[in-house]
């Protein structure tokens, strides 16, 4: 579950005065105690509504109303996202919310639980809207759950996470219809979860289309990746071609918990993105891991961005058709 808690504005917070740095500190250490109980989402500060605007609707028309708005306390300076398990939970966590204010007397926030995409009618719409940043979503549920994967683990402490993701799945559902689209996917799934068995993988977790599995060996990774993408060119049971993306990275769960999942989820989360369909793109470490053995061919490295990670990324696609 989750709820927004609400900071409300005031005349000073509109005027864009910033908080002093004892406040500051009330609220980092809160925030810390958040994120260390693993409730912590999302949370941020706003600017003033001086700075912000309106769109208004009137039939077709659109109007922008440039702020200021009126009555400063009916207007948010900020929120944090918390994910609990209750609302007692949420509760208790509202209650702790340090004072957020500039003034001595005074002030309020507000509480409200976020809708699950689950409590929407279930269709084509709401699948859609799954699927904008779903790979995220996996990689930050996991996360929270720091699920044990010491079967997956090698004795090394080293975890290799391998991320899937059918390509413009959104497109092939609207042309296929749901129903033949279902079918497509269960066979997709079928697939997935044959050559994960096959080389030892640990399904973590799997959503829509996409799935994140872990293995104690970076080149059994490859070997399932291999698989994959070998099974769905040459399956001819379907009315549409499948184009997965798959993307691999090595990470050391037992070293550092934090860093792992983190980081290591993310970044192979980000790697999967990367790829273009029918691409299988590892990090560089991986590509250590296991090109001495000669058993892979990889297409030359590149350096990429990642969202939302800093630096450049050395990344290599694994040669694996013929």
Not at 49 to 67: A, H, N, Q
Not at 75 to 95: C, F, H, K, N, P
Not at 251 to 279: C, H, N, Q, T, W
Request: hydrophobic residues 40%; glycine residues 10%; aromatic residues 8%.
């Amino acid at each position: 579950m989750r709820f927004a808690i609400l900071v409300k504005s005031t005349e000073l917070t509109e005027a864009g005065r910033m908080p002093s740095e004892e406040i500051l500190e009330e609220v980092v250490r809160y925030h810390e105690e958040l994120a260390a109980a693993g409730a912590l989402y999302d949370a941020t500060g706003l600017h003033p509504t001086s700075e912000g605007w309106r769109v208004r609707y009137k039939g077709s028309d659109r109007t922008v109303l440039d702020g200021p708005f009126a009555d400063a306390r009916a207007q948010l300076s900020g929120y944090t996202i918390i994910q609990v398990d209750s609302r007692e939970e949420a509760m208790g966590w509202a209650l702790r919310f340090p004072k957020p204010y500039l003034e001595e007397e005074g002030g309020e926030i507000e509480v409200r639980q976020l809708y699950d995409l689950d409590e929407f009618i279930q269709g084509p719409a709401v699948e859609r809207f799954r699927r904008l940043g779903f790979l995220d979503r996996i990689a930050d549920e996991v996360g929270r759950a720091r699920p044990d994967l010491s079967s997956a683990t090698a004795p090394n402490g080293t975890v290799t996470i391998l991320f899937t993701d059918i390509e413009g799945s959104t497109q092939l559902t609207e042309r296929l219809g749901d129903q033949e689209w279902m079918l497509v996917l269960a066979a997709h799934n079928a697939i997935v979860r044959e050559h994960a068995s096959a080389h030892g993988g640990y399904e973590v977790k799997s959503q829509g289309d996409g799935f994140m599995l872990a293995f104690a060996s970076a080149s059994d990774a490859i070997r399932c990746a291999i698989g994959i993408q070998r099974a769905l060119a040459g399956r001819d049971d379907g009315p549409a071609e499948l184009r997965v993306r798959i993307g691999l990275h090595t990470g050391e769960p037992v070293r550092d918990a934090d860093d792992f999942y983190g980081k290591a989820v993310i970044l192979a989360a980000r790697i999967a993105g990367e790829a273009r369909g029918s691409e299988i793109l590892v990090s560089s470490l991986v590509r250590e891991l296991t090109e001495s053995a000669g058993e892979f061919r990889f297409e030359a490295a590149t350096d990429a961005e990642l969202k939302g990670l800093a630096g450049m990324y050395r990344l290599s696609a694994v040669r694996w058709q013929g």
